[in-house]
C-alpha cells in the first residue's frame, strides 16, 4: 500500500489525539454559553422542501462559479454551510441558513467569521497558502475588514450548528454578530464504553453527540439529512482535494508532511482521475480518510447524496454525481435525481 | 520487568521501567500522525447522531 493510503488508514485514532484535549477544554469554556441544542433546529422552517445543499469550502467552489449559479437558480431549499465557505456565500448573495463549527484552534478559525483582533497580517501562512478562500490569500487584512462588515450586517438571519469543541473566540464572535448558536458535543469515541469520553461530555452538559467523520464538510452534511431530516442532500466544494498543478506548498498539510517525510514529502499524497472530468486531483493522507469515512457513512445515510462539486475526489457508490443545474431542476420538478455522472 | 529478570530476593534502590524501545517509537508515530488528522473524530458503525442514554440515536438505513 503506498505511503498516504497507509497513513489514512491510521487517522482515526490519530484525530482523536489530535482533538481530544482542546475539544474538552473549549467545551469546559464554552459551557456557560450553551443554551440551545442543536436538535431544535429540526423544528425551525429552514428553506422549503425535503432537499439540502452542503456548501463546502473547495477549490470547485469558486472554479466552478457554484456559489454564483446557486444564487442564479432562485432554490428555495435548506442551505447549509461550513465556517471557512460562509465568506464566499455572503459575498455571492447566499446566506446559509445554518453555519457548522467545529475545529478547536483558537486562532484560525474565527477568521472565517471575520475576526476583530486582527490588526496586522498574521505569521500563520494559514490562510495566504490554501485555495479555501481566495479573498484571504489575496490581501488578509482587507478581506477581514469586509468579512466583518458583511457577517455583521448578515448575522442574525444565521443560526450557528457549533460544536462545543468549537474555539470561544468563534463562540464569542458569531454571538457578537447576533447569530443564534445551536450547540452539540462531537462524538470522540463509543458511547457505549464505560469510560468513554463522548459519554462523559453528554453526562455534563445534555446535549446530543454527532458523528462528525473528520472534517467540518462531512458534520454539515451529517446536520443536513440526521437533524434537519433532509432527505435529499446536494454537495457543493466538496472537493476534499487538490486539483491537478496545485503546487504541494499551497496544500493544507505540508508543512507537517514536510517536517515528517523531509525530500520524500510527495510520496505522501494520493492520486485519483475523476471519472468525468477525466482530471488527476490529488490529496493529502486526511483527505483520503475523510474520503473514505464519508463514503462509508453514505452508505448508512437515510438520504440521497448528489455531489454538485463538479471536481475532486468524492465518487463512488451511493454517491451520484451530478451538475448543479440538474439537482436543482430535479428538485423544482420535486424528483430524484437520475443517478449518473454528468458533471 | 520481564519475568525472566524477576529474583527471589527484593533490593533498596527502586528501579524504574521506563518501557520498551518499541513504546517511544509508538508514541512518537502516534505523536506524529495526531498533526496529519482531522478537525473532529469519526467513530464507526455508531450511528450520526446520538441523543443520550434515555433517547436513541438517529436510526441509520436498515440493512436490506
Aim: aromatic share 8%; proline share 5%.
Amino acid at each position: 500500500m503506498e505511503l498516504g493510503r497507509q497513513i489514512a488508514s491510521r487517522l482515526k485514532e490519530a484525530t482523536f489525539e489530535r482533538v481530544v484535549a482542546a475539544g474538552l477544554s473549549n467545551a469546559e469554556i464554552n459551557g456557560p454559553r450553551i443554551q440551545r441544542s442543536v436538535l431544535e433546529l429540526s423544528r425551525l422552517r429552514l428553506g422549503a422542501g425535503d432537499s439540502a445543499i452542503v456548501v463546502g469550502a473547495g477549490p470547485s467552489l469558486h472554479r466552478r462559479r457554484s456559489l454564483e449559479r446557486l444564487r442564479a437558480s432562485g432554490y428555495a431549499g435548506t442551505v447549509v454551510a461550513v465556517d471557512g465557505a460562509l465568506g464566499a456565500c455572503l459575498r455571492a448573495g447566499v446566506v446559509p441558513h445554518v453555519v457548522v463549527s467545529v475545529d478547536p484552534h483558537r486562532e484560525r478559525i474565527v477568521r472565517w467569521f471575520g475576526d476583530p483582533a486582527l490588526s496586522a497580517a498574521p505569521a500563520d501562512d494559514y490562510f495566504r497558502r490554501q485555495e479555501m478562500d481566495p479573498a484571504h490569500a489575496a490581501d488578509e487584512l482587507s478581506a477581514n475588514r469586509a468579512l466583518l462588515r458583511l457577517v455583521d450586517a448578515h448575522g442574525a438571519s444565521i443560526r450557528v450548528a457549533v460544536a462545543t469543541s468549537a474555539a470561544p473566540e468563534v463562540v464569542a464572535r458569531c454571538a457578537a454578530a447576533g447569530m443564534e448558536l445551536f450547540w452539540w458535543n462531537p462524538m470522540y469515541d463509543d458511547y457505549d464504553r464505560s469510560e468513554s469520553v463522548s459519554l462523559r461530555l453528554h453526562r455534563a452538559n445534555g446535549l446530543p453527540c454527532l458523528n462528525g467523520g473528520g472534517n467540518v464538510g462531512t458534520a454539515a452534511w451529517v446536520i443536513a439529512h440526521a437533524v434537519l431530516e433532509k432527505r435529499r442532500v446536494a454537495l457543493l466544494g466538496i472537493d476534499f482535494s487538490y486539483p491537478p498543478g496545485t503546487p504541494y506548498e499551497r496544500t493544507q498539510y505540508y508543512p507537517e508532511l514536510r517536517a515528517l517525510f523531509g525530500d520524500r514529502f510527495a510520496e505522501a499524497y494520493v492520486s485519483l482521475e475523476h471519472p468525468v472530468l477525466k482530471e488527476r486531483w490529488f490529496c493529502d493522507p486526511a483527505y483520503w480518510w475523510f474520503r473514505d469515512v464519508f463514503l462509508e457513512m453514505a452508505r448508512e445515510a437515510e438520504c440521497r447524496t448528489v455531489n454538485c462539486t463538479e471536481g475532486g475526489i468524492l465518487f463512488g457508490d451511493p454517491i451520484e454525481l451530478a451538475p448543479l443545474e440538474d439537482f436543482l431542476a430535479d428538485v423544482r420538478a420535486g424528483a430524484g435525481v437520475t443517478p449518473s455522472e454528468r458533471t | 520487568m520481564p519475568e525472566f529478570l524477576k529474583g527471589n530476593y527484593k533490593v533498596d534502590t527502586k528501579i524504574e521501567d521506563k518501557g520498551d524501545a518499541a513504546d517511544s517509537t509508538d508514541e512518537f508515530e502516534k505523536k506524529a500522525l495526531s498533526r496529519l488528522g482531522g478537525s473532529i473524530c469519526f467513530v464507526s458503525k455508531k450511528g450520526f447522531l446520538w441523543k443520550g442514554e434515555d433517547g436513541a440515536r438517529t436510526s441509520d438505513r436498515q440493512p436490506s
